[in-house]
C-alpha cells in the first residue's frame, strides 16, 4: 500500500459528532469512515474508479488539469 498524506479538517462540532456516531454504527474509525466516505462520493462523480480508489484517465475531448 502506498503511504498515507495527512491534513488537518476543521469541521463543524455538529458533523463530527455525527461522524462519529455513523462510525461506531459502522464499527470503524472516523478517519476510515471519512476516507469511506470520500471514496465513495468520488465513485458516484466519476472522478475515482474501482474499489481501490485508482484515478479514472480523462475523458476524451477533456484538457487534462493542470
Request: charged share 35%; proline share 11%; with cysteine.
Amino acid at each position: 500500500m502506498p503511504p498515507r498524506d495527512a491534513f488537518l479538517v476543521r469541521l463543524d462540532p455538529a458533523v463530527l459528532v455525527a461522524l462519529r456516531r455513523w462510525a461506531d454504527d459502522d464499527l470503524r474509525s472516523v478517519n476510515a469512515q471519512i476516507e469511506f466516505l470520500l471514496r465513495r462520493c468520488l465513485r458516484e462523480a466519476g472522478r475515482i474508479g474501482g474499489a481501490e480508489g485508482e484515478e479514472k484517465p480523462p475523458r476524451r475531448g477533456r484538457p487534462p488539469r493542470g
